[in-house]
Structure formats: C-alpha cells, structure tokens
C-alpha cells in the first residue's frame, strides 16, 4: 500500500456548541512519580499543563465548550470570551492530533431527544 492510498481523515472544528471528549482509547491519568497528570494515547503521551487538565476533567461529552467556558470563567474568576478563545484553540489542537472527539453540537443532540 503507498502512501497515497490511506484515506485523510476529515478535520473536526472546534465550536463553542461542540460537546468534546476524550475516545476510548485515549486515557487521562495522574503519574504519581512524577506529581503530574497525563494524556496516554497509543503511542504517545502528552503533558497538558494545570489549565489544560481542568479543561479536560470538563470534557465529559454532555457539556459543551461554552459551558465549559463559563464554568471556568465564573471558577478563575476571568472573562468567558477570553477563556472559550484559549480553550478552543487548546481542544482544535488535540482534535488535529486524533485525541479528542467533538462530541454533536447542543442543537443537535436537543433535536434527539
């Protein structure tokens, strides 16, 4: 098989009505040793810093990116537009990799139930 016969996955945006999570096979874990919390993917590990955890601990596929925005507005006490920015070019970033699902956006999952 040549380089050009794998299929390109499609890129996953990263909106404020996109309810994120992390996939089955991507895991979230507290390194004892080493006193920090890890993203264990296959094959690869990333080292999110404090403000990326929290983010991420927030990532439950149920609450979308703008609540999550809010959330932690009204937690650091700073302002929403500021925070959804930053969380969303923090979470488009692990979605380019393959590290995180976007979830349906609010709109759709209210038209499922």
């Not at 050009?4 to 089955?24: F, H, M, N, V, W």
């Not at 507290?30 to 094959?43: F, M, N, Q, S, T």
């Amino acid at each position: 098989m040549s380089i050009g016969q794998y299929a390109k996955r499609e890129r996953i945006l990263i909106t404020g009505d996109c309810r994120p999570s992390l996939p089955r096979f991507v895991k979230m874990r507290h390194d004892a040793g080493r006193g920090r919390w890890i993203l264990l993917a296959p094959e690869r590990v990333f080292n999110p810093d404090e403000i990326a955890v929290a983010v991420l601990q927030k990532c439950d596929g149920k609450r979308s990116v703008s609540d999550i925005a809010d959330s932690l507005a009204d937690e650091y006490k700073a302002p929403a537009d500021l925070i959804l920015k930053d969380i969303v070019d923090m979470l488009q970033d692990l979605a380019d990799k393959g590290v995180l699902n976007a979830g349906e956006p609010a709109q759709n999952q209210a038209a499922k139930t």
